[in-house]
């Protein structure tokens, strides 16, 4: 039985896309600049732990 969120590899997949263009879209407000823009590893772990247990509610649907 597979995981309702698909593999870790396709879940990095994902989160290292929306990564890129976030970066893209910096870069773009910033006259070409990604001075300051947020580092990949902390994208990461806010795309992949912060936003889904935030809320205690999520938790309980999560577990």
């Known amino acids: 039985m597979g995981s309702p969120y698909g593999t870790s590899r396709q879940n990095f997949n994902k989160v290292l896309e929306a990564y890129l263009n976030y970066v893209a879209l910096y870069k773009l407000f910033n006259s070409g600049s ?30």
Do not use: A, D, L
């Open 34 to 63: 990604i001075e300051g823009v947020t580092p990949f590893n902390v994208f990461y772990w806010r795309m992949t732990y912060h936003v889904r247990y935030e809320n205690s509610e999520n938790i309980s649907r999560v577990v």
